[in-house]
C-alpha cells in the first residue's frame, strides 16, 4: 500500500448506514461477552468478521482491508508493547512476592485513618521515578487495593451496627469521614 492510499477509506457508507451497523455492533459485544459469557477475543473476532463480510459484500477485495487492519495494528505497536511489558513486570513481582511483601508490610506502616494521603503521595512519587502511571497502577497500585480492601472490610465489621441502624444518617457518617479526603483533594488539585 503506497502512502497516498495509505489515509484514503477503502468504502465511504452514509451516517444513516453507520449509525445502525455500530448499535449492532455494540449490541453484538455486548450479548456475546455479558449474556452468553465469552471472552472479548471472541467477541472481537466476531465483529470483525461480520465487518469483513460487509465489505466483501459492498465489493472491497481483501487484500485491501487486510492491508488497512495491518497499517492499523502497526500504529497501535507502542502502546501494545508497552502494555505486553507492563503485564510481564506485574506477573514477575507477583510471582517473587514483592506485592503480596508490599501489602503485608504495607499493614504495618499504613494506618487506616491516613491510608488515603499515603497511597496518593506513595503512588505520585513512584509515577514520577518510573515515569509511567500504568506501571504505577499495576505494581502498588495492585498493592493498596488489597490494603483498602482490607481496611474497608475491618471498618465495616467495626461499623456495621452504626450504619445499619442509622441509615438516614448517612450524610452525617459521611460528613465525618470528609477529614480522610480533604488532604488528597487540596494536594491535587495544587
Known amino acids: 500500500m503506497n502512502e497516498q492510499n495509505k489515509h484514503e477509506p477503502l468504502l465511504t457508507i452514509s451516517p444513516s448506514a453507520a449509525v445502525p451497523m455500530a448499535i449492532v455492533m455494540v449490541i453484538v459485544l455486548g450479548v456475546t461477552m455479558i449474556a452468553w459469557g465469552w471472552v472479548p477475543h471472541l467477541s472481537l473476532l466476531l465483529v470483525i468478521i461480520g465487518l ?20 492499523g495494528v502497526g500504529a497501535g505497536m507502542g502502546a501494545i508493547y508497552l502494555f505486553s511489558f507492563i503485564g510481564l513486570l506485574v506477573s514477575a513481582l507477583m510471582m517473587s512476592g514483592a506485592i ?35 506501571t504505577t497502577c499495576a505494581t502498588i497500585g495492585v498493592a493498596f487495593l488489597g490494603m483498602a480492601a482490607a ?33 488528597v483533594f487540596n494536594l491535587t488539585l495544587r
Open 52 to 71: 469483513m463480510m460487509f465489505g466483501l459484500v459492498k465489493g472491497v477485495k481483501f487484500d485491501a482491508m487486510q492491508d488497512k487492519m495491518i497499517s
Open 100 to 134: 503480596p511483601t508490599l501489602i503485608y508490610y504495607g499493614f504495618g506502616v499504613l494506618s487506616a485513618d491516613m491510608f488515603y494521603l499515603s497511597a496518593f503521595i506513595l503512588s505520585s512519587i513512584v509515577g514520577i521515578a518510573l515515569g509511567s502511571g500504568f
Open 151 to 183: 481496611f474497608v472490610n475491618f471498618r465495616n465489621k467495626c461499623h456495621s451496627f452504626e450504619i445499619n441502624v442509622t441509615f438516614y444518617d448517612f450524610f452525617k457518617i459521611f460528613r465525618n469521614k470528609c477529614h480522610l479526603f480533604h488532604p
